[in-house]
């Protein structure tokens, strides 16, 4: 089967993001899950530090499980502060902004 795993790009000083969109027979949405995780800790792996996965987020794009998933994620130093248990939250389907 077929799958894309996208080269990890850098978005700030520590900050990286990872995408992957592999078929159903690669496990489609969930497969990409796994993928894009297990890429993220092997790039901060490289350069000698811990993963910190900040946001996962993906979507199914049929009936056979296609889809893929996006992760953004930090490569901190074994003992940094900012390393800690996260906790995620699914973002909001709809926003409500009171302009009045």
């Not at 497969?31 to 910190?52: D, F, N, P, Y």
């Not at 953004?72 to 709809?94: E, H």
Request: aromatic content about 4%.
């Amino acid at each position: 089967g077929c799958a894309a795993t996208h080269d990890v790009a850098q978005m700030g000083p520590d900050t990286y993001t990872v995408s992957a969109s592999p078929s159903p027979a690669r496990g489609g949405a969930s497969g990409a899950r796994s993928m894009v995780i297990t890429a993220a800790g092997q790039h901060c792996q490289k350069l000698g530090r811990e993963v910190m996965v900040t946001n996962v987020s993906g979507q199914t794009t049929n009936i056979h499980g296609a889809g893929g998933v996006d992760v953004t994620f930090r490569c901190l130093a074994p003992g940094d502060p900012a390393l800690q248990r996260p906790v995620y939250q699914r973002p909001p389907d709809v926003v409500i902004q009171n302009r009045g």
